[in-house]
Nanobody, 125 residues
Framework: QVQLVESGGGLVQAGGSLRLSCAAS????????MVWFRQAPGKEREFAAA????????YYDNSVKGRFTISRDNAKNTVYLQMNSLKPEDTAVYYC??????????????????WGQGTQVTVSS
């Protein structure tokens, strides 16, 4: 069983930074694909960034590329999303998701069975 717990959300002014954390419990993360999604009010959940735990290969949506950085800490079983140059349109609930097999990378949220509870990020203008 995989459990994911997000933290690090909050209120920040435009241009500011936040770092989100996703603590994972389970075993043998080497094959995991870890993904950050976000859902703004009234919108569907959308892909933001992903990382292959074993190789460190990263993927980004164009809307966050160059501003967000996804990383993982093997010792802490934690995935991070460093968000810089935040914009009001980044306001959303951010969710961490996991695929224990990680064979393929999908940007659709239906591909992932394990989810955290979400953390709110609000960017004021």
């Amino acid at each position: 069983q995989v459990q994911l717990v997000e933290s690090g959300g909050g209120l920040v002014q435009a241009g500011g930074s936040l770092r989100l954390s996703c603590a994972a419990s389970g075993r043998s993360f080497s094959n995991y694909l870890m993904v950050w999604f976000r859902q703004a009010p009234g919108k569907e959940r959308e892909f933001a960034a992903a990382i292959r735990w074993g190789t460190g290969t990263t993927y980004y949506d164009n809307s966050v590329k160059g501003r967000f950085t996804i990383s993982r800490d093997n010792a802490k079983n934690t995935v991070y999303l460093q968000m810089n140059s935040l914009k009001p349109e980044d306001t959303a609930v951010y969710y961490c998701a996991a695929d224990p097999n990680g064979s393929y990378f999908y940007t659709g949220d239906r591909a992932y069975d394990y989810w955290g509870q979400g953390t709110q990020v609000t960017v004021s203008s």
